[in-house]
């Protein structure tokens, strides 16, 4: 089969060859060009030092030197524009022994690809490509990926043990490409599934999102049932354990979770607010005389709840402020008044409002059909007061008020907590009489 690489890995890998070394694109790239799919990343091996392949080129960064790897950055002249322009380049290794499932000790250069490759996690990125060799597949990776398989390379209680993020990435590898994850490679991860305790939450953070990203994020199910999300995302397990004997509901926390995740745009933010909004039912359940179950004051719980699971995976605050409002305010009673719409906006802003009916719709993909339709014009109705309030420019917080707090202290309001208190009082005011947003108004109002 013929790969077309890009002009910048086509200059390193004739580089290097023209120079007496061997050179391939190799793991992602391949596996992704054989799919057919667009690869992000191009990686390249060689037999090559790093030192030497330091020399070839003229511009390099030492990304990772004691582990082989240098990041060549190829001239515009040979790009012609084209990205990526950089690309890392790893000479053929041995890893030594892993002490902590995370990395080795040490790592060997070897001279041959058969042994870089047999270091590698999975059959399907275990394969490398040039122009002359063609597809160089030792493993079956070619055979896996039309199966539809995930297989370690040789023996998987080794590759798990060498390094445990290995078993968070069989499931995100699964959801990615939709494919089953092979017999031995399944119980070699529910061997080795503890050592995930052993792995950094950045590279945690990193899987677990692709996964929730992926166009299959209900495959995060398969983590449970394999005893991931125990080790890394405990909360989602007894999400995945609390019951919903109520008429809205027809799942469990957890499978409920599941619709909405699938239900809402593949977005960092969107992603883990649906996975997150009722992360607090289990704790708040509570059942009454009739046998049926409430979860009274889980958004304001699951806020806390939320934020602290995020911060565990050390996302950004960005990130982090987005789902904590969603998880707030995802089961808030807005009303059906152009009123209460102000209020709401006031609270959380006119500009993720997109995002919140993004949530809410999805929601209601995991609940029963009890009062489905009703649920739906809800919903619409919204939408509507939302178009109507945001179209006529209503004053929706204090930047927008027509009196500022400047004016206020020319008035002669004092500085201070006061002054703050008679913002929040003009700006109450207008959101409950929208036409008195003028000095004049404000300033009867106030009776100064």
């Known amino acids: 089969m013929q790969i077309e690489m890009p002009r910048g890995a086509n200059y390193i890998i004739d580089t290097l060859k023209q120079a007496g070394f ?131 390379v040789g023996n998987p209680e080794e590759r798990f043990s060498e390094d445990a993020l290995r078993v968070l990435r069989a499931v995100r590898f699964a959801a990615k490409l939709d494919f089953t994850i ?41 983590a449970y049932k394999l005893g991931i999300t125990g080790v890394v995302l405990p909360e989602f397990d007894r999400m995945m354990e609390q019951e919903q004997n109520n008429p809205y509901h027809c799942y469990s926390v957890g499978e409920h979770t599941i619709h909405v995740v699938e239900a809402v745009p593949p977005e960092v933010h969107l992603r883990y607010a649906a996975l997150l909004h ?76 997109p995002d919140y009916m993004k949530l809410r719709r999805a929601d209601m993909a995991g609940q029963s059909s009890y009062r489905l339709d009703e649920r739906r014009a809800y919903l619409e109705k919204l939408e509507e007061l939302y178009q109507a309030v945001t179209s006529r420019g209503d004053c929706l917080s204090l930047k927008e008020l027509a009196l500022s707090g400047r004016d206020l202290m020319e008035m002669g309001v004092p500085a201070g907590p006061g002054l703050g208190r008679m913002l929040d009082k003009l700006l109450t005011h207008v959101l409950d009489h929208p036409e008195d947003n003028n000095r004049e108004a404000l300033i009867k109002y106030l009776h100064i």
């Open 22 to 152: 061997e050179a391939y694109i190799v793991g992602g790239c391949v596996r992704d060009a054989v799919l057919g799919l667009k690869p992000h990343d191009w990686d390249i091996t060689t037999n090559a030092r790093p030192e030497q392949v330091k020399r070839l080129f003229g511009k390099t960064i030492d990304t990772g030197i004691q582990h082989g790897t240098v990041t060549v950055l190829v001239p515009k002249s040979v790009t012609l524009g084209e990205v990526p322009y950089d690309f890392e380049v790893t000479t053929y290794r041995l890893d030594g022994v892993y002490e902590d499932h995370r990395r080795p000790k040490a790592v060997t250069f070897t001279g041959a690809l058969s042994d870089d490759l047999a270091r590698r996690d999975f059959t399907i990125n275990a394969m490398a490509y040039n122009h002359e060799d063609g597809l160089v597949d030792i493993y079956g990776g070619q055979k896996d990926l039309a199966d539809g398989v995930i297989r370690c």
């Open 182 to 222: 092979e017999d031995d490679t399944r119980m070699a991860i529910q061997t080795h599934v503890l050592d995930l305790a052993f792995v950094s939450a950045e590279r945690i953070r990193e899987e677990l999102t692709k996964l929730l990203t992926s166009n299959h994020p209900g495959r995060i199910r398969e």
């Open 278 to 353: 009722d992360v607090a039912k289990p704790a708040c359940h509570t059942t009454d005389e009739k046998g049926i179950d409430h979860f009274y004051g889980h958004p304001q719980i699951g806020t806390k709840d939320a934020v602290k699971i995020l911060r565990r995976l050390k996302f950004d605050n960005d990130t982090i402020r987005k789902v904590e409002r969603l998880v707030r305010y995802h089961d808030y009673d807005i009303g059906d008044t152009e009123k209460g719409m102000r209020h709401f906006l006031a609270k959380f802003g006119t500009e993720d409002f």
